[in-house]
């Protein structure tokens, strides 16, 4: 099998990840907490509950918020 490498912008940085990979495998890649994250991909919001489900497309765009609790 012959593993392809997807092309994305992540938080306005180009990025070369081994693909295919889903908006779960890359926050996890990352280093991210998925429950304290948003996660925009071609300026539309993705469903927390469907980060397992969303694969990536080479070009993809996307852009990570996390949360900072304090106060």
Same mark, same amino acid.
């Given at each position: 099998? =012959? %593993?392809?490498?997807?092309?994305? !912008? +992540?938080?306005? *940085?180009?990025?070369m990840?081994?693909?295919? !990979? !889903? +908006?779960?495998?890359?926050?996890?890649?990352?280093?991210? @907490?998925?429950?304290?994250?948003? +996660? *925009?991909?071609? *300026?539309? =919001? +993705?469903?927390?509950?469907?980060?397992? %489900? !969303?694969?990536l497309?080479?070009? @993809?765009?996307? %852009? =990570?918020?996390?949360? =900072?609790?304090?106060?």
């Open positions: 099998m =012959i %593993e392809r490498m997807l092309s994305l !912008t +992540v938080n306005g *940085e180009a990025r990840l081994a693909g295919p !990979t !889903t +908006v779960a495998m890359l926050l996890a890649g990352l280093g991210f @907490d998925a429950r304290k994250v948003a +996660v *925009e991909r071609n *300026e539309a =919001i +993705v469903p927390r509950s469907t980060y397992g %489900e !969303t694969w497309s080479p070009g @993809d765009a996307l %852009e =990570i918020v996390h949360f =900072i609790g304090g106060g």
